[in-house]
Structures are given as structure tokens and as C-alpha cells.
């Protein structure tokens, strides 16, 4: 049990210090929602209008298909490389890798950002290329890494992007995310502003804020990017337990660098040098013999145990 807490740093898969993956996905995608989001900014490149004759999603149970898919952001240089998975309806994939295996952009393509250069996503069978990324979005719930916090009140930043929510929805969201007993202690509790210039919160709180966006957005698919900096153990396992609950009846995808999160996915996609390694449950991948995850799960095993003895050794008098 120990070991499975750790986070997946043993072979190089948390290395840096700052991730921006998806904040970067979240801005992108706020303008091309045409939201505001206190920087002028147009959309990104040439993949910001939708295709003739698009149609919107329907999200029925919510299947994610990747079939062949290349990519790279530039044709000289292709970062993704064939990349094929099914996260069927309901179920949470765990997407591991070192840095720059491509984790990131594979979400980029799901959000539409970019289009593959071959191959095909699809979500219910419906081709992205052939949907209104205004429907696809709106399917999509993200909980970045680091999220982005408005010098607003509590309230608003929760909010933030739903117009329509009452207070009443944004308590009931701060409380699925179990952030209401923090805020209740707040000075002004849902009013208590946030931000540069107001409180600062730390990078659970902000993480759970971000949860307690996606209840309120109450979307068919979650996307989930773990954060790789180390909380304390009691907050990481809190955000484990609340986007479990998030993930219920969703499908999700989650970039994870926690073994626990890794273990507990229904499927598992080992990413290297943008192409998957390996895919499979976490007992499918510890049972081959030579497996990148296997070695992977043995390394951090050892290290456990390593420190469980230091950890001994050191209590003795
Ligand atoms: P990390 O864990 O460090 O976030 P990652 O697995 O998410 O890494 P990606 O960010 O998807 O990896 O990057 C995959 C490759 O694509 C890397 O070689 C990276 O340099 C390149 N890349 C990422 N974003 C861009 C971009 N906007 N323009 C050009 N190249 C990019």
C-alpha cells in the first residue's frame, strides 16, 4: 500500500517542475470559445473553424476511438505515432509516460485543437473532424494541473465559463469537490476573493476548484492531468477520492503520475517517444516479463521498500 502512494518519478516520469500541459489546452480553449480571459487573442492557427457541413455531437455513452493517429505540430517533425486506444464508455484510462512521449497532445487532438495528420478520432462514432467544436467542447471537462484563477470571488472562479449557475449550483459543485468546509472557514466565505490579489490557494485547493468546475459543466467525458509537484499525501489522496467520484459515469482520461491512480484505471496506456508501448490493465502489464511497465512497477516497488527500511532504520534509537 505504501508503494502504491508514491508518485511515478523512478524512471524519469515526473521531471519538471512546472507543468502547463493543460492550462495551456484550457486557454487555448477559452479563446477559441470566445470567452474572455483578460488577454486578447485570436484562435490558433487555421484549425479554429469548423469543417462544411459539421454537425454537433451527440454524446451518447461517451466511447473515445483513436484509430491510427499521427501528428506532428510541425510536418518536418511527427510526434505522435500511430496511435491506437478505445476508452469504452464509463471507463477511466491512465495515460503514463516520461516527458515528451506526447501525453499532452494526444488531449490536444481529443479537444480538437489539432486535427491528426492521419488517422481518425472519434467519440460515439462520430468523426471529430466532422463535429462542432463548440459541442465537442462542451463535452469535455478538464481539470488541469495548475489552474487558472481569476482576481474574482470564490463564486465566480467555480463558476467561471457557466453563466447560468446560481449560488445553489455552485455550493452543491464546491461540495461534491469538498471544498465548502474550506470555504465555510474563509472570511467571506463564497464571496472571500481569490488570486493574485486576493488569497492564495494552494495547488490542492485550486486542483478541487477545477473539480468543482467540471461538476458544475457536468460533462459526459473528463480529462484529468495529475499533478506531478507533490502535494502532501492527505491532499493528494483527498483529489484522488474527489475525481473518482468526478469520474463516475464519465468517461475519463487522466494523465497520471501517481501509481494508485495507475493501478485503479481500467486501462493503462504506456506512452515512449510519442507511440504507445504497451496497453493493458495494470495486471495484464506487471505480468510480462520484460515489460517497460513491469520494470517500472518493480524499480518503484524497490524504491518503497528502500525507503521503508531508511525509514526503520532511521526510528531506531
Ligand atoms: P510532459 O509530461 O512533459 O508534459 P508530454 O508527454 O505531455 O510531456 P507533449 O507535451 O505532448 O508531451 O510533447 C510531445 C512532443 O511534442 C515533445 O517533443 C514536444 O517538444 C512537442 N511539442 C509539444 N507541444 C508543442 C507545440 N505547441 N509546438 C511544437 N512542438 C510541441
Not at 15 to 37: K, P
Not at 189 to 208: A, I, K, P
Not at 294 to 317: I, V
Amino acid at each position: 500500500i505504501v508503494q502504491v502512494c508514491m508518485p511515478l518519478n523512478t524512471l524519469g516520469f515526473v521531471f519538471r517542475e512546472t507543468n502547463d500541459a493543460l492550462v495551456n489546452v484550457e486557454r487555448m480553449f477559452s479563446v477559441l470559445a470566445g470567452e474572455r480571459y483578460g488577454e486578447a487573442g485570436g484562435g490558433i492557427g487555421d484549425e479554429d473553424r469548423d469543417e462544411p457541413g459539421a454537425r454537433d455531437l451527440v454524446v451518447a455513452a461517451g466511447e473515445i476511438v483513436f484509430e491510427h493517429v499521427d501528428f506532428g505540430y510541425d510536418p518536418a517533425r511527427q510526434v505522435l505515432h500511430d496511435i491506437s486506444f478505445r476508452a469504452s464508455a464509463g471507463h477511466t484510462i491512465a495515460v503514463v509516460g516520461g516527458s515528451g512521449s506526447g501525453k499532452s497532445t494526444l488531449v490536444r487532438l481529443l479537444f480538437r485543437l489539432y486535427a491528426p495528420s492521419r488517422g481518425t478520432i472519434s467519440i460515439d462514432g462520430q468523426d471529430l473532424r466532422q463535429v462542432t467544436r463548440r459541442t465537442l467542447r462542451e463535452a469535455i471537462g478538464i481539470v488541469p494541473q495548475d489552474t487558472v484563477l481569476f482576481n474574482e470571488t470564490i463564486a465566480y472562479n467555480i463558476g467561471y465559463g457557466r453563466v447560468r449557475a446560481t449560488r445553489a449550483d455552485i455550493v452543491r459543485a464546491a461540495r461534491a469537490a469538498q471544498l465548502d468546509a474550506f470555504i465555510e472557514r474563509l472570511p467571506d466565505h463564497y464571496d472571500t476573493r481569490v488570486g493574485e490579489r486576493g488569497l492564495r490557494l494552494s495547488g490542492g485547493e485550486r486542483q478541487r476548484i477545477a473539480i468543482a468546475r467540471a461538476f458544475l459543466k457536468d460533462p459526459p467525458i473528463i480529462v484529468f492531468d495529475e499533478a506531478t509537484s507533490a502535494l502532501d499525501t492527505r491532499s493528494e489522496r483527498a483529489i484522488q477520492t474527489e475525481f473518482r467520484r468526478l469520474a463516475q459515469g464519465r468517461t475519463s482520461i487522466v494523465i497520471a503520475h501517481r501509481l494508485s491512480t495507475v493501478v485503479d484505471a481500467d486501462r493503462i496506456l504506456v506512452m515512449e517517444h510519442g507511440r504507445i508501448v504497451e496497453q493493458g490493465t495494470h495486471d495484464e502489464l506487471i505480468a510480462r516479463p520484460h515489460g517497460v511497465y513491469a520494470r517500472m512497477w518493480a524499480l518503484q516497488r524497490e524504491q518503497g521498500e528502500l525507503e521503508h527500511t531508511q525509514r526503520r532504520l532511521a526510528a531506531q534509537p
